[in-house]
């Protein structure tokens, strides 16, 4: 059950709480002095078809209490108000974002208490306190009061023929043995009471509220599965003629690649509304970074979140589980691969473009493609549209001529579907030796400033050619698409 699901339980479980409570005293009236107990208790009960009897065992304001002293199995807290805050807090949390509502449910559960049955005594001649876990309590609860007086109950085992949620429980001063229902916040831990916000200290306005839009900046990779450090950066380009040209992010190192565009949306998403699955461990250890993969991280992601910088490790995913510690925290989060988009599984072939060439076709105003067989020479020329009469219209008209003679808009459309589809086989290969097998020069209309550009295609292997944009080794092509561009080309 997720804890959204599990706060309106535990709002619907504490208003029907409240109403046995009111019902209860009003047939109910107080213990008469004398009473053995140091804590506030209604004798009067009330019998159900099966012999049970139930009643208030306590029944204090929670603004009477100053502490609460919680000890179980995981952890050990002393709960307080918090005077800045007003909400309710655990000493030994101090500092860190956690599930203050949870912790509420410890404060009023601890003075407001309904038995369902009366089972016994501690001073019975033949009790044996293994026979309600009270050898071993599983809970331990001291409340001490403002007025100076305080109380403690004790929790064994689970009593049988109940909800999961139903213990055996005695209360200092008092002999008898109570059966009562506890919320399962009494026995957890660091894991339930840290919030499972990562990122929550990076999110805060200045007057504490939460920021409603998360914007990520610049990303940067590295790790196992990264040679170097892989830097990517948001692209805003409006230029038609720029390589980056409608990519919503670009790298700039190793190499200079669009971003393919689902592969950012994915990553940008996981960064901004990444949760925990779960805390994993609360002030780990070198040891217990080891176990956690986190020694030598697997991932590391280094990236601007609202202007602020955060790096973040991350361990292998093993069995749909990968761990997380932010730089200068320390919390290990376990993150559950299934809630993932794309961070349990980055390498720089997810994240580049695939198109081993790029080009806009409207920002061309020449193609030059020569080599093994072909020479293959388009111009473009255009002329603005006088019938545009809004900037939604098109405003140019094209014509194209291959080797000076005229061609169909249409037939370089073509071509340029081809030679913008050209898959990447593999990348960060080394510029290869000997002459380039085919060139291709692309020109640009005037108003967009830029030199050609130059690719040249080497031989890779049987079946691949390596591209050098600008002399600069990217990618593989397969053999397969250079001799159908090729073919392409000569039939234009």
């Keep these: 059950m997720n804890r959204k699901k599990?706060?309106?339980l535990l709002l619907l479980l504490a208003t029907a709480a409240v109403g046995v409570l009111f019902w209860l005293l009003a047939m109910g009236e107080s213990a008469e002095d004398g009473d053995d107990h140091d804590h506030e208790h209604y004798v009067t009960e009330t019998d159900d078809d099966a012999g049970r009897k139930s009643g208030v065992l306590l029944n204090y304001s929670a603004d009477d209490i100053k502490t609460v002293t919680l000890s179980n199995s995981q952890a050990k807290y002393t709960a307080y108000v918090n005077k800045e805050s007003g909400s309710?807090?655990?000493?030994e949390l101090e500092g860190y974002s956690v599930n203050s509502s949870f912790m509420e449910t410890v404060w009023f559960g601890s003075v407001q208490?309904?038995?369902?049955?009366?089972?016994?005594?501690?001073?019975?001649?033949?009790?044996?306190?293994?026979?309600y876990g009270f050898d071993k309590p599983s809970l331990s609860v001291k409340v001490v009061l403002k007025n100076g007086k305080s109380y403690t109950f004790k929790a064994g085992s689970k009593t049988p023929g109940y909800e999961n949620d139903v213990y055996y429980l005695t209360v200092s001063g008092d002999s008898n043995i109570y059966v009562c229902t506890l919320d399962s916040a009494f026995f957890m831990g660091n894991s339930?009471?840290?919030s499972d916000d990562i990122f929550s200290d990076y999110d805060s306005n200045e007057d504490g509220s939460k920021k409603s839009n998360i914007k990520i900046g610049n990303i940067t990779l590295s790790g196992k599965e990264f040679s170097g450090k892989f830097v990517m950066k948001p692209n805003t380009t409006a230029d038609m003629s720029s390589l980056f040209y409608g990519f919503s992010y670009k790298v700039t190192s190793p190499i200079s690649w669009p971003v393919k565009d689902s592969a950012a949306a994915m990553l940008v998403y996981d960064l901004q509304y990444l949760m925990a699955d779960d805390v994993a461990v609360l002030k780990p250890t070198s040891k217990q970074m080891k176990a956690y993969g986190l020694a030598s991280p697997y991932l590391t992601v280094s990236f601007q979140r609202n202007g602020k910088d955060v790096v973040m490790y991350c361990s292998k995913p093993e069995s749909e589980k990968m761990y997380a510690i932010l730089k200068d925290h320390d919390i290990i989060y376990q993150l559950n691969v299934n809630s993932l988009s794309v961070l349990h599984q980055l390498t720089p072939e997810n994240i580049y473009s695939i198109n081993a060439i790029s080009a806009t076709m409207e920002s061309l105003s020449g193609v030059k493609i020569s080599g093994d067989g072909a020479q293959?020479?388009?111009s473009?020329?255009?002329?603005?549209?006088?019938?545009?009469?809004?900037q939604s219209d098109v405003i140019y008209k094209y014509s194209v001529t291959k080797n000076g003679e005229d061609k169909t808009y249409s037939s370089f459309t073509k071509l340029m579907k081809q030679l913008n589809g050209s898959a990447i086989q593999r990348w960060n290969v080394k510029k290869p030796d000997g002459k380039p097998a085919v060139t291709i020069t692309l020109s640009y209309f005037a108003n967009f400033k830029r030199e050609p550009v130059i690719i040249k295609l080497y031989p890779y292997s049987d079946r691949e050619y390596a591209v050098v944009r600008d002399g600069c080794p990217t990618n593989t092509v397969t053999a397969t698409w250079v001799k159908q561009l090729l073919s392409d080309a000569n039939s234009l």
């Design 113 to 131: 208490m309904i038995y369902q049955d009366i089972v016994g005594s501690v001073k019975d001649t033949d009790y044996n306190p293994k026979n």
């Design 380 to 390: 473009v020329k255009r002329e603005e549209n006088q019938n545009a009469v809004a």
């Design 88 to 91: 309710v807090a655990f000493k």
């Design 6 to 8: 599990r706060n309106l």
């Design 376 to 378: 293959c020479e388009i």
């Design 192 to 194: 339930y009471y840290l």
